[in-house]
């Protein structure tokens, strides 16, 4: 389908109506700022993105480019205060979880869209067993007797190949390694059967050879179960890898939105240019990178016009005034350029 | 080929595993380098790679003699450093420099960036008498691409990036031939990792630099390095010139660490014959009769849990490799397109 981005969506009738629009979970024209001792840090500037049934769509940046904010948002965990909702929708099956009861919320929470991040250390409870922690799902959300919890819970240990699942029930998470506990938060967070697993940088915090194991065995999943996959990653390797499309995000707004084969062959936003550029090639050795001039800009005072001119070599004077909205570039791709149309028609 | 300006024989660092409060009784021993042997030329960069927990901080620290080995020696210009003390060890130190991992926590709060980089004069004043110090911290503020007229200000109004450029000035500051790097830009994002990686480049350029180049990411390592060893659980497994060790590895877990490098090209999605290695690194507390990597490794046969192989030369190979069966094997990942 070709009417994934833009503000298209709200025109009456689709968004707001409670009607299912077809997409399983959209993020329209999100906004969020945290207002600190400090001042008001506008965290996300207006995301808009989407994810379906059985495709995985990676959201892109470097650190501090709202990312996170984005996914605990939608989870409905962002930090509030400071954290503050100023705008936007996220809807889950075309219903907006931001305006609906928090028992609603709850009841998609684990069965409608969960989630795993980084650190799994922090997510697992240290004073309970990660079995424990697992079949505690199944009988308060399902009603499942203790040891029919049990039961399930060791099939999922089993799912997500942790070997000697039924031995490993009544470890606690210290006793696992790094590779194992990211095992068991993905147990964890699959276990009510989610349409919709956001997966916030699983892998930043392991090695390769186990990187390799998760991201093998999170795409099994998905393709099982048919899921929709939000990753979200800095790693253009990772994404490369497994994304069906990609959204790349810069100082809280969505810069490009491509399929991945697009994105990687012919970048229609100089960031993702100058991201592209910027990663050591095996076979360049000893010529000098290129490189992304300066820094991101301080979310307290982004620049006027589009917040990338600062360090953007393309920038015209228009750049400057102007804030490029995304707006769609052919059939499946949008970028939030004002010169976006000469970045992808050239040779 | 140029002179050799370190070389590390048989370098040994085990750390005692204790339990029990008052009277510690040892149980064990981590054994975090177990044995590693290298040189570094002059002029050159040397890389180390393996995964968290092999060793390579810990090389770091033994060859910066920050810690004394349990074995071994580290012969720089033919004096062993490992042996020093006092102001023979105080003068030896200026030549070799570390830069850390974390430019957060690396840098003290409570200092301007002026006597940060200022720091080692006090210790060694000789290299930069009192009153041109200034002038001193200024120029390495402009070499390493920070504003000099930044002199006054502490690291927390510095981003990341800027914060390990100040630590590499800080290094710079006693004009050592040796810097030894630990993930320098391992926790920087990519844009910024390329800023800091170009910097390096261009120092060794101008200051005739020697770098010990410590970093898990393969391609980093790649793009920088002279010459690569690859270490697992405290050992070094293989060892020769980027070239060997990326167009020609021998050793399995070299050929498994490559292979699942993640290649930033989607069209190579589906040519890639990734090694899937299962299970974790053993402890490095009990590590595994004979060779290291027998748990992990899909070649494995009875003489790899009876004999630990060498690193050397084997028939059929270029580089010096311990594995009982080292040979070729084409990894598609480490190409290119
Ligand atoms: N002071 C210490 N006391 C006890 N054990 C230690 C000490 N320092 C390091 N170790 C252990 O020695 C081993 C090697 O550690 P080291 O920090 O050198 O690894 P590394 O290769 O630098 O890992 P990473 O990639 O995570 O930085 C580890 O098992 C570590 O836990
Ligand atoms: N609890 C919080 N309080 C104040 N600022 C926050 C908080 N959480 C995140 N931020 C800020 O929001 C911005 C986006 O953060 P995040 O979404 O975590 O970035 P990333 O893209 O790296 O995931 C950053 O500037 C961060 O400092
Ligand atoms: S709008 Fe202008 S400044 Fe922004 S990315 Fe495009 S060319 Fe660069
Ligand atoms: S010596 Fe044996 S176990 Fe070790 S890497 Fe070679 S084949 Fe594998
Ligand atoms: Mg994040
Ligand atoms: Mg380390």
Known sequence: MSDILVSEQSKPGAAGSGRPSGRLLEVEDLRVEFRTRDGVAKVINGVTYHVDAGETLAVLGESGSGKSVTAQTIMGILDTPPGFVTGGQVRFHGKDMLTMSAEERRRIRGEGIAMIFQDALSALNPVFTVGFQIAEQFRIRRGLSRSDAKKRAIEMLDQVKIPNAKGRFSNYPHQFSGGMRQRAMIAMSLALDPEVLIADEPTTALDVTVQAQIMDLLAELQRERQMGMILITHDLGVVADVADRIAVMYAGRIVEEANVYDLYAKPAHPYTMGLIDSIPRMDERGQQLRTIKGLPPNLMNIPPGCPFNPRCPMAQPVCREKLPPLLQIGTDRASACHFAEDLVNRD | ?337
């Open chain 2, 1 to 337: 080929m140029t002179e050799n300006i370190l070389e590390v024989r048989d370098l040994v660092k085990h750390y005692p595993v204790t339990r029990g409060v008052v009277f510690k009784k040892t149980i064990g021993h981590v054994k975090a380098v177990d044995g590693v042997s290298l040189e570094l030329k002059a002029g050159e960069t040397l890389g180390v790679v393996g995964e968290s927990g092999c060793g390579k901080s810990t090389l770091a620290r033994v060859l910066m003699n920050l810690e004394r080995p349990t074995a071994g020696s580290v012969n720089y210009k033919g004096q062993d450093i490992s042996k020093l003390s006092g102001g023979a060890l105080r003068r030896l130190r200026r030549q070799i420099q570390l830069v850390m991992q974390d430019p957060y926590t690396s840098l003290n709060p409570r200092m301007t960036v002026g006597d940060l980089i200022g720091e080692p004069f006090e210790i060694h004043p000789e290299v930069a008498p009192k009153g041109s110090r200034r002038d001193k911290v200024k120029e390495l503020l402009d070499l390493v691409g920070l504003n000099p007229e930044h002199i006054n200000r502490y690291p927390h109004q510095f981003s990341g990036g800027q914060r390990q450029r100040i630590g590499i000035a800080r290094a710079l500051a006693l004009r050592p031939e040796i810097i030894i790097c630990d993930e320098p830009v391992s926790a920087l994002d990519v844009s910024i990792q390329a800023q800091v990686m170009n910097l390096l480049e261009k120092l060794q350029a101008e200051l005739g630099l020697s770098y010990v180049f410590i970093a898990h990411d393969l391609s980093v390592v790649r793009h920088l390095s002279d010459r690569v060893a690859v270490m697992y659980l405290g050992k070094i497994v293989e060892i020769g010139t980027e070239d060997e060790i990326y167009e020609r590895p021998t050793h399995p877990y070299t050929q498994a660490l490559l292979s699942a490098v993640p290649v930033p090209d989607p069209t190579l999605r589906d040519q890639k014959a990734i090694i899937r290695l299962t299970g974790d690194v053993p402890s490095p507390v009990s590590p595994p009769s004979g060779c290291r990597f027998r748990t992990r490794c899909w070649k494995a046969q009875d003489v790899c849990a009876e004999q630990v192989p060498l690193l050397e030369i084997r028939s059929g190979s270029d580089h010096p490799s311990a594995c009982h069966f080292a040979e070729k094997r084409e990894i598609v990942a480490s190409h290119e397109v």
